[in-house]
Nanobody, 124 residues
C-alpha cells in the first residue's frame, strides 16, 4: 500500500515555473515507477511523464518535452515534476501515480495508486 500526497501547485504567470512534489508513504517506494498525469476541466486525464523505479529512465509526453523534468529521491520517498516555461494550456489538476515494478507507462489504467491532485493554474 502506498499513500501519495502532491504539493506545490498554485497560480503562476505564463512563462513561469513550478515544482510539484509527490511524497509517498511506505518503505517500498523504490519499487514503484512513478507517473505524472493531469486533467483539465471537461478533458480526459492526460499523461505528463513517468520515471523508472531507479530514476534512471524517464518518459515525457510531447506537450512537456523540453519544459518538464521528472526526478526522484528514493531516500526521501519523493518524486518531483519541475515545470518551466509554463503555458495557459498547462492549467489542470496534476496527479502523481505509482506503478509497482512498472515501466514508463502512459496509460493511467496501469497505475496502482494515486494522489489527490494539486491544482496548477497558468495565467496569460
Amino acid at each position: 500500500q502506498v499513500h501519495l500526497v502532491e504539493t506545490g501547485g498554485g497560480l503562476v504567470q505564463a512563462g513561469g515555473s513550478l515544482r510539484l512534489s509527490c511524497a509517498a508513504s511506505g518503505r517500498t517506494f523504490s519499487r514503484y515507477a512513478m507517473g505524472w498525469f493531469r486533467q483539465a476541466p471537461l478533458k480526459e486525464r492526460e499523461f505528463v511523464g513517468a520515471i523508472s523505479w531507479s530514476g534512471g529512465s524517464t518518459s515525457y509526453a510531447d506537450s512537456g518535452k523540453g519544459r518538464f523534468t521528472i526526478y526522484r529521491d528514493n531516500a526521501k520517498n519523493t518524486v518531483y515534476l519541475q515545470m518551466n516555461s509554463l503555458k495557459p494550456e498547462d492549467t489542470a489538476v496534476y496527479y502523481c501515480a505509482a506503478d509497482f515494478f512498472g515501466g514508463l507507462g502512459s496509460d493511467w489504467r496501469v497505475y496502482d495508486y494515486w494522489g489527490q491532485g494539486t491544482q496548477v493554474t497558468v495565467s496569460s
